[in-house]
Nanobody, 115 residues
Framework: QVQLVESGGGLVQAGGSLRLSCAAS????????MGWYRQAPGKQRELVAT???????NYGDSVKGRFTISRDNAKNTVYLQMNSLKPEDTAVYYC?????????WGQGTQVTVSS
């Protein structure tokens, strides 16, 4: 079993920045993709960004150019640097990790952007 613990969420004004972290622990032998998804009230969960264990990245259209995903394989940790935040970025952000055929999710961290 793999546990994911997110940190770094909070309240920020529009135009500001936040950095999310997600550390994986437990029975880890090889993590493949790691990433971030978000869910706003009344909306479906959507892709924010993913990164493979070789560093290939993919971003949702709404965050391209503003958010940057990175990972430290030695620490089994993935990061999300969020710049130029907008009120519409307000959501619960979930960390996700893939190991073999299994997908694991964190509990989520709230990000609130005030206008």
């Amino acid at each position: 079993q793999v546990q994911l613990v997110e940190s770094g969420g909070g309240l920020v004004q529009a135009g500001g920045s936040l950095r999310l972290s997600c550390a994986a622990s437990g029975s880890i032998f090889s993590l493949n993709a790691m990433g971030w998804y978000r869910q706003a009230p009344g909306k479906q969960r959507e892709l924010v960004a993913t990164i493979t264990n070789t560093g290939s990245t993919n971003y949702g259209d709404s965050v391209k150019g503003r958010f940057t995903i990175s990972r430290d394989n030695a620490k089994n940790t993935v990061y999300l640097q969020m710049n130029s935040l907008k009120p519409e970025d307000t959501a619960v952000y979930y960390c996700q990790a893939t190991m073999s055929i299994f997908h694991f999710w964190g509990q989520g961290t709230q990000v609130t952007v005030s206008s």
